[in-house]
C-alpha cells in the first residue's frame, strides 16, 4: 500500500524556518517524481514545488522561489521541504504528492497519491 | 502560468442527478488535464487523468472529456459519497490547479 506521511509542521513566526518531511513507503521511491501541494485554509490547491527522481531537476512556483527548497533522499525514502522567511500567507496545509508521468510523456503530469497533509501557521 | 477557471463554483444536486462540471484555460492545450475530489479535512484523489482516463478504483459514473481549452468532468448518477470539492489541474505550463467546485447533496 503507497503510503506518504508528512511531518515537520507547526508553529513558526514570521520571518522564521521550518522544514517539513515526508516518508514514502509501499513504492519505490526512487522510480518517482516528488512534489509539494499546499492549500490555505478554506481556499484551493496550489502546487508549490516539484522534484525530478534522481534530483536533477527541481522547479518552484514564483510564490516560494528563492526562499522553499525542495530536496530528497532516495536511500530514505523521504521528501523535504525547506522553508526559509515564511509570511502570514505561508499559513496552509501541506502535502505531499507523488507524480505520474502521462504514456508517452517526458515529466510529471499528475498526482495519484498524496500524503494526509501538515498543517504550517505563520504568525506571530 | 495558465490560468483555469472551473464553473460552476458551487453546486446542489439530489442523489442520482447527473453533474457537469466545466474548467475553462486560457491557453490552448491538448489533454493535459486531470480531475480530483476532495473531501473536507481530507487529501484530494486523483479521479481522472490526461482529461478522460480513469485512475484504478474510481467509480465509472466518472467520465472526463475535452481537450483545447475546454474541458468536463461528469457524474453520471451522483451519490451520497460524492460531495466535497472537485479541482481540475493542468500540467501543460508547469503544474496550476483550478478555483474548485463544491458539490453539495440535496
Known amino acids: 500500500e503507497v503510503q506518504l506521511v508528512e511531518s515537520g509542521g507547526g508553529l513558526a513566526q514570521p520571518g522564521g524556518s521550518l522544514r517539513l518531511s515526508c516518508i514514502a513507503s509501499?513504492?519505490?521511491?526512487?522510480?518517482?517524481?516528488m512534489s509539494w501541494v499546499r492549500q490555505a485554509p478554506g481556499k484551493g490547491l496550489e502546487w508549490i514545488s516539484y522534484?525530478?527522481?534522481?534530483?536533477?531537476?527541481?522547479e518552484d512556483a514564483d510564490s516560494v522561489k528563492g526562499r522553499f527548497t525542495i530536496s530528497r533522499d532516495n536511500a530514505r525514502n523521504s521528501l523535504y521541504l525547506q522553508m526559509n522567511s515564511l509570511r502570514a500567507e505561508d499559513t496552509a496545509v501541506f502535502y505531499c504528492?507523488?507524480?505520474?508521468?502521462?504514456?508517452?510523456?517526458?515529466?510529471?503530469?499528475?498526482?495519484?497519491?498524496w500524503g494526509q497533509g501538515i498543517l504550517v501557521t505563520v504568525s506571530s | 502560468d495558465i490560468q483555469l477557471t472551473q464553473s460552476p463554483s458551487s453546486l446542489s444536486a439530489s442523489v442520482g442527478d447527473s453533474v457537469t462540471i466545466t474548467c475553462r484555460a486560457d491557453l490552448t492545450f491538448r489533454n493535459y488535464l486531470n480531475w480530483y475530489h476532495q473531501r473536507p479535512g481530507k487529501a484530494p484523489k486523483l479521479l481522472i487523468y490526461q482529461a478522460s482516463t480513469l485512475q484504478s478504483g474510481v467509480p465509472s459514473r466518472f467520465s472526463g472529456s475535452g481537450s483545447g481549452t475546454h474541458f468536463t468532468l461528469t457524474i453520471s448518477s451522483l451519490q451520497p459519497e460524492d460531495f466535497g470539492t472537485y479541482y481540475c489541474?493542468?500540467?501543460?505550463?508547469?503544474?496550476?490547479f483550478g478555483q474548485g467546485t463544491k458539490v453539495e447533496i440535496k
Open positions: 489541474q493542468q500540467s501543460y505550463n508547469s503544474w496550476t
Open positions: 509501499g513504492f519505490t521511491f526512487s522510480d518517482y517524481e
Open positions: 504528492a507523488r507524480g505520474r508521468t502521462y504514456p508517452h510523456g517526458l515529466m510529471m503530469g499528475y498526482f495519484d497519491f
Open positions: 522534484i525530478s527522481a534522481d534530483s536533477t531537476t527541481t
